[in-house]
């Protein structure tokens, strides 16, 4: 099997198992104990501290473990938030973020907050002048990711830091992509992370604070971790993870090299063996192990089944391989294709042959699927001058399998309208035109679902 | 070095390492996902529901895994307040559970609720009828822990579960200190529990929430563990934490009969060997492995370390061990002494060996450290008829140490007042007129501190 999917999870680092090993016999008890087996404990607990704060670039009071880093987000949003609150309850996020920093903001709106999601561009990044805009003087809070965890593109954090900087208003940066790559650079005020994301263990995540940020940390109180994170500490965990990151990034330069000419590879060449495919994300200003593409007239789930059937593990932002039926929302923000969605993101280790199979298998699988989904035919009508196109109750990719069948039925200059009820069509619909010369004219209510208007163009 | 802290946290047990070694290389992917390693850690997060719920005796989706004790327990009131937030905002508590759930209460009380802490007895018991009392009508959770964490006394909690039964009322039931031993009885809504406490790894909590039982998570949303826990899941912690849950409970029956007759020997020969000892908690409804006890004229700290040099580590509730500088609440709540308060808590496998040791090493420690406080001469003057002793600025437990020197010099029916500012002697001067068949007769706002007054009764 080649796991090809460490943005999800990286598989556990050795020095990860070998740490965690070594301290689940020093490091059970309780820290705040004042016996030997107590101190024992704090040693570990303290020089771990001590390890990830320099791998991060702060001061180990400033740096506090947490259970995840989901955790580590949401009690650094609502802390800061909490921080400032005489300001006001204004909250900026990209429209990129990671679902735990969108759901923290759509938990502020839900109390009576207000938040702006920053638009990214085709590439998956925010304009620093699109970010500076949005500030506010009632602005408590910002939040940018260091990298983004869909489709790998960097973000431009110090920049926007230093916009933040300039009116006052701290910058929350989740680093969970990047740590393990490097310090997150520019005048942030508040950093998360998450152990497992470089290859820590699962259950423990960073939460930094700044000397000098209001933080005000929100929930019942409780003392251990200077009461940011509450419950007894998981010390074998957070030595293994401190541990880890000081490995990971020892090698980090020197495989990110690595993992950037396999990935550029796979950018490089996907679109040449698989016709209609769109490589999304930024091409230079991205992190070395991830890229993304998408496949026109392919089903992701199918697509993901018949990967994991030639031993690949991959994931993908299709709405049919996740439980809400929408797309990624990081696709849908950068406005590219959702269908066929595929991310590679490679493990530190991934070897050349692993991908150059994954390179020789992707193309039959991804046929495979198009010939399955391909056969049926179009039920279509005319009506005033359009040919309708009548997809309700059809799951992406199918809308845009039927829209590509009938297009070359109108003459240039006719119109085809697509009728459909899934979400996935006013993404993938204007992506299609896009990728095939056609010009989209744009959507409207039907009486069932939504039509979508297409212009023949070539 | 004979660990004593188990109530702390316990040793991780052997099942518990070579389960969490087993999964570490399988349960390290995202459950979520469809691929090999996702469907692997996923069979065995299921799993561990699984073993786990049979444990506690519900269904497995009834119970969520949480990052830690204290996070089961603050998320578990946090929803199931909100899930009857239309019946009102009122919580009830014992006066003696854990600080997680007093936390929780005061974080309510902040936020405009209210609650009301149900009293105990001398050993640490709330009364049925009391706690029944406290129930109203817009009562909208209940709380109460299956067994006291610093007495070992055994809660009512069947008894408690019936009552609010009868009204409505969901019961949630911290069971930390007994789930190793055995199933909550009765007919409880929610149940909390720790694994680092049974010798499972640090990291796990459990939350269960009973079918039919309101509860709305609070925080941002997170889809894992049913929406009640957010974060990735740390499965090798998890599996490790049901499979050693598993284990103790086979043992648990024989093993509580062996360390409740190794704590029945402390509770009765500690007596006998230390003068001016109380030994507090319900000698009968108790947890098998803790006895706690409280010496006369003994620092808790000092105690500590000379117990530490001697190879115990046993934890104490006196003021003088925390950071907070008043006694444990619990010991406050029941009323007993809490200078050089000790308590013994043996882990699973603790030898009689090492309690022999323990019991030949107590009374040099004790005696050692009531040499060293015992030597100042208190500074005393006569006013309004009472023999007044300035213990301002001394600290537990020096105050009572110089109130037991000067009785003497005074006649029967005379009087003593004592001054001082120290939290504890709010608690230990009636203890010790207890202790002593002195009469206590009460306390009064002095220019510093509070003066408590004594009449010498024999």
Same mark, same amino acid.
């Given at each position: 099997?080649?796991?090809?999917?460490?943005?999800?999870?990286?598989?556990?680092?050795?020095?990860?198992?070998?740490?965690?090993?070594?301290?689940? @016999?020093?490091?059970?008890?309780? *820290? %705040?104990?004042?016996?030997?087996?107590?101190?024992?404990?704090?040693?570990?607990?303290?020089?771990?501290?001590?390890?990830?704060?320099?791998?991060?670039?702060?001061? *180990?009071?400033?740096?506090?473990?947490?259970?995840?880093?989901?955790?580590?987000?949401?009690?650094?949003?609502?802390? +800061?938030?909490?921080?400032?609150?005489?300001?006001?309850?204004?909250?900026?996020?990209?429209?990129?973020?990671?679902?735990?920093?969108?759901?923290?903001?759509?938990?502020?709106?839900?109390?009576?907050?207000?938040?702006?999601? =920053?638009?990214?561009?085709?590439?998956?990044?925010?304009?620093?002048?699109?970010?500076?805009?949005?500030?506010?003087? @009632?602005?408590?809070? %910002?939040?940018?990711?260091? +990298?983004?965890?869909?489709?790998?593109?960097?973000?431009?954090?110090?920049?926007?830091?230093?916009?933040?900087?300039?009116?006052?208003?701290?910058?929350?940066?989740?680093?969970?992509?990047?740590?393990?790559?490097?310090?997150?650079?520019?005048?942030?005020?508040?950093?998360?992370?998450?152990?497992?994301?470089?290859?820590?263990?699962?259950?423990?995540?960073?939460?930094?604070?700044?000397? #000098?940020?209001?933080?005000?940390?929100?929930?019942?109180?409780?003392?251990?971790?200077?009461?940011?994170?509450?419950?007894?500490?998981?010390?074998?965990?957070?030595?293994?993870?401190?541990?880890?990151?000081?490995?990971?990034?020892?090698?980090?330069?020197?495989?990110?090299?690595?993992?950037?000419?396999?990935?550029?590879?796979?950018?490089?060449?996907?679109?040449?063996?698989?016709?209609?495919?769109?490589? =999304?994300?930024? *091409?230079?200003?991205?992190?070395?192990?991830?890229?993304?593409?998408?496949?026109?007239?392919?089903?992701?789930?199918?697509?993901?089944?018949?990967?994991?059937?030639?031993?690949?593990?991959?994931?993908?932002?299709?709405?049919?391989?996740?439980?809400?039926?929408?797309?990624?929302?990081?696709?849908? +923000?950068?406005?590219?294709?959702?269908?066929?969605?595929?991310?590679?993101?490679?493990?530190?280790?991934?070897?050349?042959?692993?991908?150059?199979?994954?390179?020789?298998?992707?193309?039959?699988?991804?046929?495979?699927?198009?010939?399955?989904?391909?056969?049926?035919?179009?039920?279509?009508?005319?009506?005033?001058?359009?040919?309708?196109?009548?997809?309700?109750?059809?799951?992406? *990719?199918?809308?845009?399998?039927?829209?590509?069948?009938?297009?070359? @039925?109108?003459?240039?200059?006719?119109?085809?309208?697509?009728?459909?009820?899934?979400?996935?069509?006013?993404?993938?619909?204007?992506?299609?035109?896009?990728?095939?010369?056609?010009?989209?004219? #744009?959507?409207?209510?039907?009486?069932?679902?939504?039509?979508?208007?297409?212009?023949?163009?070539?």
């Amino acid at each position: 099997m080649s796991y090809f999917d460490a943005a999800s999870s990286a598989p556990l680092h050795p020095v990860a198992r070998q740490a965690l090993l070594a301290s689940l @016999d020093e490091g059970w008890a309780d *820290p %705040a104990r004042l016996y030997r087996e107590g101190r024992k404990a704090r040693l570990l607990l303290d020089a771990a501290r001590e390890a990830a704060a320099e791998a991060v670039g702060c001061r *180990p009071d400033e740096l506090v473990f947490t259970g995840s880093g989901t955790r580590a987000v949401h009690s650094g949003i609502a802390g +800061a938030l909490a921080g400032r609150r005489r300001v006001g309850r204004h909250l900026i996020v990209s429209a990129v973020e990671h679902s735990s920093v969108l759901h923290s903001a759509e938990a502020l709106v839900a109390e009576g907050g207000s938040s702006t999601e =920053v638009p990214v561009d085709r590439t998956g990044a925010v304009s620093v002048a699109a970010y500076a805009d949005s500030l506010r003087s @009632d602005t408590a809070l %910002a939040c940018l990711q260091s +990298a983004n965890h869909e489709v790998g593109t960097v973000q431009p954090v110090a920049e926007v830091a230093e916009a933040c900087r300039a009116v006052g208003v701290p910058l929350l940066v989740d680093a969970a992509q990047s740590l393990g790559w490097g310090q997150v650079e520019g005048a942030w005020s508040l950093l998360t992370a998450s152990a497992h994301k470089w290859g820590g263990p699962a259950g423990v995540g960073l939460l930094v604070v700044r000397k #000098g940020v209001r933080f005000a940390a929100q929930g019942p109180v409780d003392e251990r971790e200077s009461g940011r994170a509450p419950g007894f500490e998981n010390i074998p965990a957070v030595v293994a993870a401190a541990a880890s990151l000081r490995a990971v990034r020892t090698e980090a330069a020197q495989e990110a090299l690595r993992l950037r000419e396999l990935t550029e590879r796979i950018r490089a060449r996907v679109p040449k063996l698989v016709p209609g495919v769109d490589v =999304v994300g930024d *091409p230079v200003r991205r992190l070395p192990g991830i890229v993304t593409f998408s496949c026109l007239y392919v089903d992701g789930e199918t697509l993901l089944h018949e990967l994991d059937r030639a031993g690949f593990s991959v994931s993908s932002g299709s709405s049919c391989t996740s439980s809400t039926l929408t797309p990624s929302h990081v696709l849908k +923000a950068m406005g590219v294709l959702s269908e066929g969605n595929v991310r590679v993101s490679l493990p530190r280790g991934a070897t050349e042959e692993d991908v150059e199979r994954f390179l020789a298998v992707l193309p039959g699988a991804v046929a495979g699927v198009r010939e399955k989904l391909g056969a049926q035919t179009p039920v279509t009508a005319v009506e005033e001058e359009s040919l309708v196109v009548d997809a309700l109750g059809k799951r992406c *990719p199918i809308p845009v399998i039927e829209l590509a069948k009938v297009i070359g @039925d109108v003459p240039v200059g006719g119109t085809v309208k697509v009728l459909s009820d899934d979400e996935a069509a006013r993404l993938d619909i204007p992506a299609w035109c896009e990728m095939r010369g056609q010009e989209y004219v #744009g959507e409207e209510r039907a009486p069932k679902g939504t039509a979508y208007l297409i212009r023949r163009a070539t």
